[in-house]
């Protein structure tokens, strides 16, 4: 067989593994009924074991990080970088790329940047626009107009797609910074090694913090060319705007975002990161055929440099917009969409998988924890839901023999009492989110919609299978039938 041949074999296994493992453990329950019930039912509440582990987990970390988070709003970041000496030297290039986005949300992401701590001479912002924009000079005129005198540098740059590139942040991404290094850094006008990269979405809110956080944690850490920054991703800034299912489902992502920060040593970035221009430039900027960009570039990071790379948390948030339309059902199709173009981050794995078995420099304990954990949230992504709802009533239903056994009898009394034990840490973590992270209910929206939010919450079984469940199935499918899906912008109105 033709090594290339060979290669593309090997890649489409794995790219069906994801997805026939999701399918086979959908229906474990089903045709195990009828042939191992009793390792249905240990598996059942295996499962639900394990989810309330994910529940504690979930609110402990949540609450650990909130409380960190509290006190880095308040922290003098910028009188504690001017404790080192070189602390001028520093330089953040931030990466914000768009297409079709409305002016004002560009302005909004922006002004955000402007408010900052840091010293603007210091930061130099990158508004990667899309060729295949139509009026995009526009956008980038009014831009010009409000910006630039506001920073050190203001830079436009335009991304042609070519052969070999697919569209979306990630090639638009290297476009940017290709030119920005070529102007700043080649131009001699900062220093490669003081130089921070931002990858920021169009619609992001920066915490005025954070860039003088981020210039400290550069400053203080020996190992900064090894590491990654992250902070909390806050999706409320268009929370009161939203419907019921989809303002719960993105209080369940922000919850689950900020606790992650506590999980170091399972912390990947997403979204908005921080990382060197020095590590940038050495593993070759962002793959422009790669869709998944933020555990991409992570992965690419860590098999680069031998295991190196860690994520170090930025305890401060991020202010990012939900999904939304100008109705319910186009709002809920938007979010169905987004979430899938997250879970097509499970086509990254066979690139990882293949890395972790040809990287012999990393030690077995750290590639194996890595790569196990990712694999762990790609690969559950569709089936904690069938599991947990579902999954319990499928074996007696289909094998009245079995419903007739003490297990089968006692097996949805069983799970039901593991799994309520979920919903005081969900109540108690969900309750101080709404103190500290959800923005104060503006003046324009009645005081009854605040009261009944709290009860939105009812519908979580309804919002975990359409934003949970089918996006996760619909990309692990799609991968497996090699149907793959192009970067959707998602709208935001």
């Known amino acids: 067989m033709k090594p290339e041949k060979k290669k593309y074999l090997i890649k489409r296994l794995l790219e069906i593994l994801p997805g026939f493992t999701s399918w086979n453990l959908i229906l474990f329950p089903i045709w195990g009924a009828f042939v191992a019930p009793v390792a249905v039912a240990y598996f059942i509440l295996l499962f639900d074991v394990f989810w309330v582990y994910q529940s504690v987990s979930l609110a402990v970390f949540g609450l650990i990080a909130y409380f960190r988070i509290e006190a880095s709003k308040n922290f003098d970041w910028l ?5 080192f000496p070189d602390w001028k030297k520093v330089h953040h290039i931030v990466i914000v790329c768009t297409y079709k986005e409305p002016l004002y949300i560009l302005e909004r992401t922006l002004n955000s940047l402007a408010d900052q701590t840091m010293p603007k ?23 010009e107009k409000s910006f630039s005198k506001k920073f050190a540098n203001l830079i436009f740059s335009e991304h042609t797609l070519i052969p070999g590139e697919t569209a979306g942040k990630h090639s638009n991404a290297k476009a940017a910074i290709l030119k920005a290094k070529k102007q700043l850094v080649d ?67 922000t919850i689950w975002c900020t606790a992650q920060l506590v999980r170091t040593d399972r912390l990947i970035n997403q979204q908005n990161y921080s990382l060197s221009l020095k590590l940038l430039d050495k593993i070759g900027y962002w793959d422009v055929d790669v869709i998944p960009e933020d555990w ?9 440099t031998s295991g190196k790379i860690e994520v170090e948390p930025i305890y401060l948030p991020l202010m990012a917009d939900a999904a939304q339309s100008t109705s319910f059902f186009k709002t809920v199709k938007n979010q169905y969409e987004q979430f899938k173009r997250w879970a097509w981050g499970v086509s990254d794995d066979p ?18 924890l890595r790569v196990l954990r990712m694999l762990k949230d790609h690969f559950l992504w569709p089936v904690n839901f069938f599991i947990i709802t579902f999954g319990v009533n499928i074996p007696i239903l289909f094998n009245k023999e079995f419903a007739k056994t003490a297990l089968g009898f006692n097996l949805p009394n069983i799970s039901s009492l593991i799994l309520t034990l979920c919903l005081l840490p969900l109540g108690i973590v969900v309750f101080w989110d709404a103190k500290k992270q959800r923005p104060p209910r503006p003046k324009d929206v009645p005081k009854i919609k605040s009261f009944l939010i709290p009860f939105e919450f009812i519908l979580m079984p309804v919002v975990g299978f359409i934003f949970g469940a089918l996006p996760g199935l619909d990309a692990h499918t799609r991968l497996m039938l090699g149907k793959y ?9």
């Open 79 to 83: 009188g504690e970088i001017k404790s």
């Open 121 to 143: 001479n210091q930061m130099s912002i990158v508004v990667g626009f899309e060729k295949r924009e139509t009026g995009w000079e526009e956008k980038a005129a009014e831009l």
């Open 187 to 253: 131009g001699g006008k900062i220093n490669l090694d003081y130089t921070t990269v931002t990858s920021c979405d169009a619609d992001h809110v920066y915490h005025p913090n954070h860039f003088a956080c981020l210039a400290y944690k550069f400053l203080d850490n020996p190992n900064r060319y090894f590491r990654f920054w992250q902070p909390a991703i806050v999706f409320y800034n268009n929370f009161w705007r939203l419907p019921a299912p989809v303002r719960v489902v993105n209080t369940i992502g």
């Open 296 to 304: 991409h570039i992570f992965f690419k990071a860590f098999f680069a």
């Open 351 to 368: 690139y990882v998988i293949i890395k972790y078995f040809s990287e012999k420099n990393i030690s077995f304990e750290n590639k194996t």
């Open 485 to 493: 899906i192009e970067y959707r912008v998602t709208e935001k109105i």
